[in-house]
């Protein structure tokens, strides 16, 4: 009943996502981490090969993967570059609010279209003062006609710059609290958007990451996904999906940063003999690889459950709050062992450290993500079978 193993069109998967991420993203990972820069000639390429809307059916020009399948090519790719990879993957959680909840003909229009560009979608919903607490949100959209006006700032938004299709959420009225949160497809031509800010960041350097203004956008009754009042609910189901999607990016930053440490402890000679024979070593090494294999096997369990259509917001959080701290105590661990020559700028571990902090904020902190752990474990503890 339980079977890790991979079909072979499975393995033809997962082995093109290693090439591209051997051949397109390791090459440059250092110098974009350095110079900050948007990797468009991978996106470009990533796009003809199907790699970039993976999770998105095929009916949206999407690859139409599975959940499972998403999140192994997720891990795979982010293994070489989580920025370059997240980049690639950032419709999954910025779509996930049109898939679940708009029309056979919304899906069409407004996926069909931004499938067509490597440019991608962005998630639009966090502001200046609405953070952790994201129902405070100060954005409106005001009623006019069949149609609504918006007004407001986001702030912190992946790939904002670029992303050819906004997916942003916003309040009717601000008294309703989350009841008032709506959720907008937004093609990137319409007037009255303005990237104010693009942030220049510790780690995930490559990931293009602004704050976007909203005069008077003008949006018609065919923008509106789902109802009103419907846009908290959609922005958390997403966020389950994304949450998952991060403990395998995790995973792709934690096992990268192991094979470094490993093959340093193999290599590294002090006191006659390579350092990884030092019994203090192995522990180190057996505690960052029990922590990989945990992080895969979380996000595997997500991935399973949102295949079979089973709500998993309880396990996404978990995954998410437990793969990021392993993240960061591996990737940590693998300095540590490389010592001064893993500090260094221009070392990988140094890279990976800076990047894993990230997984422990975006999409939730890992704060917010025990609450709502917690929360969901009172109503009912996750159990598998
Ligand atoms: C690089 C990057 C990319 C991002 N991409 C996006 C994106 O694409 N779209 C988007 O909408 N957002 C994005 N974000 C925003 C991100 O989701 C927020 O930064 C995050 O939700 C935390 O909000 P905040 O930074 O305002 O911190 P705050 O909410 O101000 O939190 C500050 C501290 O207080 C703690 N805290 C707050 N409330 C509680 C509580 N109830 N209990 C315990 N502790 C609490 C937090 O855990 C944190 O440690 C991104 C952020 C970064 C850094």
């Known amino acids: ?45 990533a796009h003809k090969l199907g790699l970039m809307y993976t ?21 795979a790719l982010n293994y070489e570059c989580p920025s ?37 979608g962005c998630f639009c919903l966090t502001e200046p003062e609405a953070g952790s607490d994201a129902a ?48 907008f497809a937004i093609p990137r031509s319409t007037p009255g958007i303005e990237v104010v800010k693009v942030e220049d960041k510790m780690g995930h350097r490559a990931l293009n990451v602004a704050e976007l203004k909203f005069t008077d956008v003008e949006l018609s009754a065919e923008n509106l996904i789902g109802e009103e009042g419907q846009g908290f609910k959609l922005a958390m189901m997403a ?33 006659g003999q390579p350092i990884g024979q030092f019994q203090g070593v192995h522990f180190m ?14 996000y595997l369990q997500g991935g399973w459950m949102l295949d079979q259509d089973i709500r998993c917001s309880t396990e996404a959080a978990l995954a998410k709050c437990f793969a990021s701290d392993a993240a960061m105590k591996v990737t940590t661990d693998a300095v540590q ?24 904020i975006y999409e939730g902190t890992n704060q917010i993500n025990r609450l709502v752990a917690g929360r969901g474990i009172l109503r009912k503890p996750s159990v598998l079978f």
């Open 285 to 298: 090494l057996a505690d960052m690889n029990a922590l990989v294999v945990a992080s895969r096997a979380m």
């Open 84 to 120: 370059i990879a997240q980049m690639m993957g950032i419709s999954h959680l910025s779509m996930a609010p049109i898939q679940i909840g708009g029309s056979e003909e919304q899906k069409k229009k407004f996926i069909g279209t931004m499938t067509k560009s490597y440019r991608s």
């Open 239 to 271: 966020l389950d999906r994304g949450r998952v999607n991060i403990a395998a990016v995790c995973t792709g930053i934690a096992q990268k940063a192991l094979d470094e440490a490993v093959e340093w402890a193999n290599t590294r000679v002090q006191f």
């Open 55 to 75: 999770n998105i059916p095929k009916e949206y020009g999407g690859s139409g993967f599975s959940y499972l399948e998403h999140y192994i090519i997720t891990e």
């Open 337 to 360: 062992i490389l010592a001064g020559s893993g500090y260094m700028k221009g070392a990988i571990v140094e890279k990976l450290m800076r990047d894993a902090k990230l997984t422990q």
């Open 136 to 183: 405070l949100m100060q954005t409106v959209a005001e009623k006019k006609g069949d149609g609504y006006v918006i007004n407001g700032t986001k702030r912190f938004i992946t790939n904002g710059k670029y992303a050819d299709l906004l997916c942003l959420f916003a309040t009717i009225d601000r008294s309703l609290g989350t009841k008032g949160i709506c959720c």
């Open 1 to 45: 009943m339980i079977d890790f193993s991979l079909s072979e069109e499975q393995k033809r998967l997962l082995e093109k996502a290693r090439k591209f991420a051997t051949e397109e993203i390791k090459p440059v990972a250092i110098e974009f981490d350095s110079e900050g820069t948007y990797p468009e000639e991978i996106l470009k390429k």
